[in-house]
């Protein structure tokens, strides 16, 4: 066998086990577990209902919801309607723009209040940062079961959620320096909330709202002992 018949048969079989290899590559890659229900991707903005009138004042974006929540769907027969319970996390926060600090105001009570800030200098951020185990459970219809990437749908429902961790963030400049401050008491967080919402949509994009029925703060424990609740809004991106 002559060199050059040596290279080119050489050559022929290379490029056969590339091919092969590549679609061997190819059908690992489009393959994938199918799961049988869907995740869900929240990101919202937050407005307080009923606030204390002169301390509360927040920021728009620094005062959002990122919810990521797993869903089930149980199918009325072959109609275009289902039961959808799921789990998942809620992460919110409030961003107080006018710095002010909550704090435990009267030693052993678990009195939280609003205060100015005079312990920080060159305060930058306060916020008030809250994260929820959830159960959501929504009744969802879609227009055309059988193209869920296109058609439109619409849900509604509610949730019940678990305060799982509660904390305050603080960020300052002292000296030049700028540092990070967390302080991880409740500071009078309800511990269960219960809320009411919707969805509507087309795809896998729509907008969600929702209402929260428990108010944000257990009775006599927020600042100015308020009742206040908490509504939030913004868009979802659902079905991956």
Do not use: C
Not at 13 to 38: C, M, W, Y
Not at 80 to 94: A, C, D, T, V
Not at 176 to 181: A, C, K, M, Q, R
Request: net charge positive; aromatic share 16%.
């Amino acid at each position: 066998m002559t060199l050059k018949r040596f290279l080119f048969l050489s050559a022929f079989f290379l490029a056969i086990s590339v091919a092969n290899a590549q679609e061997t590559t190819e059908k690992t890659v489009v393959s994938r577990p199918d799961l049988p229900g869907h995740f869900l991707f929240d990101l919202g903005v937050n407005a307080g209902i009923n606030t204390p009138e002169k301390a509360w004042r927040k920021g728009f974006w620094g005062s959002r919801t990122v919810n990521l929540y797993y869903y089930y769907p149980i199918k009325f027969g072959s109609g275009k309607f289902s039961f959808n319970p799921g789990i998942g996390l809620s992460m919110e926060r409030f961003k107080f723009t006018n710095f002010y600090l909550l704090k435990d105001t009267l030693d052993n009570t678990e009195q939280y209040d609003l205060i100015p800030n005079k312990v920080y200098p060159g305060l930058k951020k306060s916020q008030l940062v809250m994260n929820y185990l959830e159960i959501p459970l929504e009744f969802r219809f879609d227009a055309n079961p059988s193209d869920p990437s296109r058609t439109f749908w619409a849900s509604v429902g509610g949730r019940i959620g678990m305060n799982i961790n509660t904390h305050t963030k603080i960020k300052y400049k002292q000296d030049g320096e700028i540092n990070f401050l967390k302080d991880g008491m409740r500071h009078g967080v309800s511990r269960f909330r219960y809320s009411v919402g919707a969805r509507f949509g087309v795809g896998g994009f729509g907008w969600f709202v929702y209402y929260n029925l428990t108010p944000l703060f257990e009775a006599n424990k927020g600042p100015s002992k308020t009742e206040m609740s908490v509504l939030t809004a913004g868009i979802t991106i659902n079905g991956f």
